[in-house]
């Protein structure tokens, strides 16, 4: 479902990213995890066509992705969030994304995306008048209203209550129950834990472990496996 081959990306002289490499598979929930300026981040924007890698290849549903790529109708995104128009309510910015697609509206799972995000009667609000956790929860509807095969998460918990970080959570479990893929990044590793099925760890851009989150945490909790995994990866870096 999602491929990554020896990618690099290069920001002029840094390297964000250095020949990394791994798959996603139908019915994983994948953590891509590391610290901050591992190149989470890069790595996802070259995923979805949002930047151009370096070197190497990215594909999805077996499909080569660049900006534009027909494969990304089927894949929902939140990364940064798109610039919502402030005079226009969320509802109205919700069709003016869908509009791009070019097919009719509404969308084939607006309801269930809309009841996740828990906006309700705040959809009639102008998206200008929007706090950072209501913004967040607007992004996180339009990327699931599509009914995405592949979800590629950054961070989608940011400005979520506990709440809907457990409906989140039961969400991503869901789907991946039903056969889709989830790439998740995020910060809150006891949350992690408890959606994924497996882990992508970099560290200064490359690859320092991946595989099912079981056989990486070793019967530790996520948050020492990873200092473990990261600081092992420095170590051998040095």
Request: glycine share 12%; hydrophobic share 45%; net charge neutral.
């Amino acid at each position: 479902m999602i491929r990554v081959e020896s990618l690099s990306k290069r920001y002029g002289r840094d390297i964000a990213v250095d020949r990394l490499s791994f798959t996603v598979e139908p019915g994983q929930v994948c953590a891509l995890l590391g610290p901050n300026g591992a190149g989470k981040t890069s790595t996802m924007r070259v995923l979805v066509g949002l930047s151009t890698p370096s070197a190497g290849r990215v594909g999805i549903l077996g499909e080569p992705v660049g900006l534009g790529a027909p494969v990304l109708r089927r894949v929902g995104v939140l990364i940064d969030g798109p610039a919502f128009v402030p005079h226009l309510s969320g509802l109205a910015n919700l069709r003016l994304l869908w509009s791009a697609t070019g097919r009719a509206w509404p969308p084939p799972a607006l309801d269930e995306a809309l009841a996740l995000a828990g906006l309700g009667a705040h959809l009639e609000r102008r998206t200008g008048r929007y706090s950072m956790g209501m913004r967040q929860r607007l992004t996180l509807a339009q990327a699931l209203m599509r009914d995405p095969d592949v979800l590629v998460l950054d961070e989608p918990a940011n400005g979520l209550d506990p709440a809907e970080v457990r409906a989140l959570r039961e969400h991503l479990v869901a789907r991946a129950g039903r056969g889709g893929t989830v790439l998740v990044s995020s910060h809150q590793l006891a949350e992690v834990q408890q959606v994924a099925t497996h882990a992508v760890v970099m560290d200064r851009g490359r690859l320092a472990a991946a595989g099912p989150l079981g056989d990486l945490l070793g019967g530790r909790s996520l948050e020492d496996a990873f200092l473990a995994i990261t600081e092992g990866s420095t170590d051998a870096a040095g």
